[in-house]
Nanobody, 123 residues
Framework: QVQLVESGGGLVQAGGSLRLSCAASGRTFSAFNMGWFRQAPGKEREFIAAISWFSIRTVYADSVKGRFTISRDNAKNTLYLQMNSLKPDDTAVYYC????????????????WGQGTQVTVSS
């Protein structure tokens, strides 16, 4: 069993920054592909970023590339999403996700998800 708990969301002005965290437990964290998704009310889930086993590869959606950075600290069993230059369109619930076998991306959803953390960006 894998448990994921997000934190770090909140209210921020446009142009500001937030750092999201996702604490993982239950399995060997370094061997899991990890990623971030977001979903605004009435909209589909959107893939944001992913990081592979042992941080070998990172992938970003075009909408956040150059502004967001995904990273992981395997010693702390924690996934991070550093969000800079935030825009009102970034407002959404952000979820972390894990997949022990496949790369995380916009295709098939990962098997493990956190509960989400709200990010609101004001103009």
């Amino acid at each position: 069993q894998v448990q994921l708990v997000e934190s770090g969301g909140g209210l921020v002005q446009a142009g500001g920054s937030l750092r999201l965290s996702c604490a993982a437990s239950g399995r060997t964290f370094s061997a899991f592909n990890m990623g971030w998704f977001r979903q605004a009310p009435g909209k589909e889930r959107e893939f944001i970023a992913a990081i592979s086993w042992f941080s070998i590869r990172t992938v970003y959606a075009d909408s956040v590339k150059g502004r967001f950075t995904i990273s992981r600290d395997n010693a702390k069993n924690t996934l991070y999403l550093q969000m800079n230059s935030l825009k009102p369109d970034d407002t959404a619930v952000y979820y972390c996700a894990a997949d022990p076998k496949n790369n995380v991306g916009p295709g098939d959803p990962p098997p493990y998800w956190g509960q989400g953390t709200q990010v609101t960006v004001s103009s």
